[in-house]
């Protein structure tokens, strides 16, 4: 069985949509990388999905200025450790770390498929955790929610297809350095007794 990710993107602050249609287009489900670009060339990813894509992508925004996730200078450092510790750190230092917060904010770019477009909603698990664990094998330090997650038992062989014909240049290079470019293929789970 193949499954194809169309990956289509960027959305981020500055070009989220505000037509009704096109907010309604968006928000369904699918896969996404959130990524964000330093000055080094540093690239740090987040690998999730869900039902509702548009309405995620403004939580992780939400959760960037509202201090609930790591803020990184200009070349990818972590700052305000200490301040993770207890959110009121966060707000007696409010000075210092909101111009954190929202060049964090500003950097963030969304790239997604939609699963209408290759594959069934029940195959979200499968694929992130599967891209996760592509991305634990390339990049390790440099994705933020990798996690010990298995893809679950399965009785067909599954190949994951990545079509980038809906992004830039720029795009394809930012989601093959994330997740490579070696073709994702999944063996079926065989019961042996």
Do not use: C
């Not at 995620?56 to 700052?79: A, P």
């Amino acid at each position: 069985m193949d499954l194809t990710l169309n990956w289509r993107g960027p959305i981020g602050p500055g070009n989220f949509p505000t037509r009704t249609d096109l907010i309604e287009e968006l928000n369904e489900s699918g896969i996404y990388l959130r990524l964000k670009t330093y000055k080094n060339e540093r690239n740090v990813a987040y690998i999730g999905q869900s039902r509702k894509l548009l309405s995620r992508f403004e939580q992780h925004i939400r959760n960037v200025l509202s201090f609930n996730q790591m803020l990184r200078d200009t070349m990818g450092q972590v700052v305000a450790l200490k301040e993770l510790q207890h959110p009121f750190l966060f707000l007696n230092n409010l000075s210092k770390l909101a111009p954190f917060a929202l060049a964090e904010a500003e950097r963030v770019k969304f790239y997604f498929a939609l699963s209408r477009d290759g594959f069934d909603e029940e195959y979200l698990f499968l694929i992130e955790s599967v891209l996760k664990s592509r991305a634990e094998e390339i990049r390790q330090k440099d994705v933020e929610n990798i996690q010990n997650i298995t893809a679950g038992e399965f009785d067909h062989d599954i190949k994951i297809l990545n079509d980038y014909s809906r992004v830039n240049k720029e795009g394809q290079r930012l989601i093959s350095n994330t997740i490579g470019k070696k073709q994702i293929v999944i063996t079926a789970q065989q019961d042996y007794e």
